[in-house]
């Protein structure tokens, strides 16, 4: 069975700060890993999205990258900012999940002014 | 206007009651997913969809039916409410790509509240 956790569940920084979230999954065989945003009683926006055969995706101040071999995954936010204060949810697509995305439950992020 | 439409956004609804909730797409993807989100839990798969004729059972599918009306259609239905069927749902799309899946899409979620 596939289990996504991630870590730290929780995270306060200040702002300006680089910073590292982590995800890592139990069955390296996957097609994709996702990772996306929640802000509080909202749906989720996708942030990045890596298919298994990449090592990295970059979008402005956020860059993902995946170790297939090791089940991990890191979402670096470079010069965080207040609104960049949300929670942060990676998921997996595994090649015999019938297109089920598992997912963390996520790392709350707030960057403090 | 958004990728991905869920309706209603908030509902209240009584213990015994049915209740549909609806979602429509405009990605033109193929594959529609429903999902609840509970604190703790973490979200949790209930159907999904691959085409109009298609319907899967996810992880928690007791107590739940769907209905793919058209490819862009997918319905909810909570057949007889209960308490414990309180939670965030959420649409989901996605599409085949060259590597099996491509990215996910989702709608902005229906709070829903069994009292």
């Known amino acids: 069975k596939q289990e996504v956790t991630q870590i730290p569940a929780a995270l306060s920084v200040p702002e300006g700060e680089n910073l590292v979230l982590n995800c890592s999954f139990t069955d390296s065989a996957i097609y994709n890993l996702q990772w996306f945003r929640q802000d509080p009683g909202k749906g989720l926006t996708s942030l990045l999205l890596?298919?298994?055969?990449?090592r990295e995706q970059t979008s402005g101040r956020l860059n993902a990258s995946l170790d297939k071999s090791s089940g991990r995954s890191t979402l670096y936010i470079a010069a965080s900012q207040p609104g960049d204060s949300a929670t942060y949810l990676c998921?997996?697509?595994?090649?015999?999940?019938?297109?089920?995305?598992?997912f963390g439950e996520g790392t709350q992020l707030t960057v403090n002014p | 206007d958004a990728d991905v439409t869920q309706t209603p956004r908030n509902r209240i609804t009584k213990t015994g009651k049915r209740i549909m909730l609806e979602c429509s797409q405009t990605k033109g993807h193929d594959r529609m997913y429903w999902y609840r989100q509970d604190p703790g839990l973490g979200l949790r798969l209930i159907y999904y969809?691959?085409?109009?004729?298609?319907?899967n059972k996810g992880e928690i599918s007791d107590g739940y039916s769907v209905s793919r009306q058209a490819q862009a259609k997918f319905s909810l239905s909570l057949e007889s409410a209960i308490p414990n069927q309180t939670a965030l749902y959420f649409c989901?799309?996605?599409?085949?790509?060259?590597?099996?899946?491509?990215?996910?899409?989702f709608g902005q979620g229906t709070r829903l509240t069994v009292v």
């Open positions: 989901a799309t996605s599409d085949l790509g060259l590597q099996g899946a491509s990215e996910a899409f």
């Open positions: 998921a997996v697509l595994k090649i015999a999940s019938g297109s089920r995305l598992t």
């Open positions: 890596i298919q298994s055969s990449q």
């Open positions: 969809s691959f085409d109009v004729k298609d319907i």
